[in-house]
């Protein structure tokens, strides 16, 4: 069974630091694997997709990684700003169906 | 173009009433899955609709149903309420290819369900 794990559980940081979020998961078997982003009282929004197949995927100041051999996915943000403040969620996606497995996710504060 | 659309935003209803919650998804998009949200369990997945039939289900009782319509559109009810399901209930929306591996799931704001 699948189990996705994400620490720190929450993240204070001052404006303009690079930071890496992490996200580990015990069976290397996925389909892909989706980083999102959750505002307070909101839903979920799409950062970034990574294939089984790939190693990395880049939006803007967003990079993810994924390593399945080690079960690990980081996401990495440059430069982060107040409005990066939010609770990052990774999902690993196991089959053609679109039940994704979350980790309880890293609330990340960028302080100004 | 329109996000996935979730109606009502709050809802609050009382012990063993029912619910239906309604989600409208990115146009185009053909397969909707639901997701509850909740302190204590996190995001968990609830089913998933393609082309009206229900593709997989999540580890939740029978009270919980859902449906797809013909414009893709979807509503999930809960009956007999109870305190626990209390939670925000998040809808997504995909491109489904044909392989059905590639496409990010993309989700409405949810509706916010308060039993008491």
């Known amino acids: 069974k699948q189990e996705v794990t994400q620490i720190p559980a929450a993240l204070s940081v001052p404006e303009g630091e690079n930071l890496v979020l992490n996200c580990s998961f015990t069976?290397?078997?996925?389909?892909?694997l989706q980083w999102f982003r959750q505002d307070p009282g909101k839903g979920l929004t799409s950062l970034l997709l990574?294939?089984?197949?790939?190693r990395e995927q880049t939006s803007g100041r967003l990079n993810a990684s994924l390593d399945k051999s080690s079960g690990r996915s980081t996401l990495y943000i440059a430069a982060s700003q107040p409005g990066d403040s939010a609770t990052y969620l990774c999902?690993?996606?196991?089959?053609?169906?679109?039940?994704?497995?979350f980790g309880s996710g890293t609330r990340l504060l960028v302080r100004p | 173009k329109a996000g996935v659309t979730q109606t009502p935003r709050y809802l609050i209803k009382t012990r063993g009433q029912q619910v239906t919650l309604s989600c409208s998804p990115i146009?185009?998009?053909?397969?909707v899955s639901w997701y509850q949200q909740t302190p204590g369990q996190g995001l968990q997945f609830l089913f998933e609709?393609?082309?009206?039939?229900?593709?997989n289900k999540g580890n939740f009782p029978g009270r919980f149903s859902g449906r797809q319509f013909s414009n893709s559109r979807s509503e999930m009810n809960v009956s007999t309420l109870e305190l626990g399901d209390s939670a925000l209930y998040l809808c997504?929306?995909?491109?489904?290819?044909?392989?059905?591996?590639?496409?990010?799931?993309?989700f409405g704001n949810g509706t916010r369900l308060t039993v008491t």
């Open positions: 999902a690993s996606r196991m089959d053609s169906s679109y039940k994704l497995i």
């Open positions: 069976d290397s078997a996925i389909y892909n």
């Open positions: 990574i294939q089984s197949s790939q």
């Open positions: 146009s185009g998009h053909r397969s």
């Open positions: 609709y393609f082309s009206e039939t229900q593709r």
């Open positions: 997504a929306s995909s491109l489904r290819t044909g392989s059905g591996l590639d496409s990010p799931l993309h």
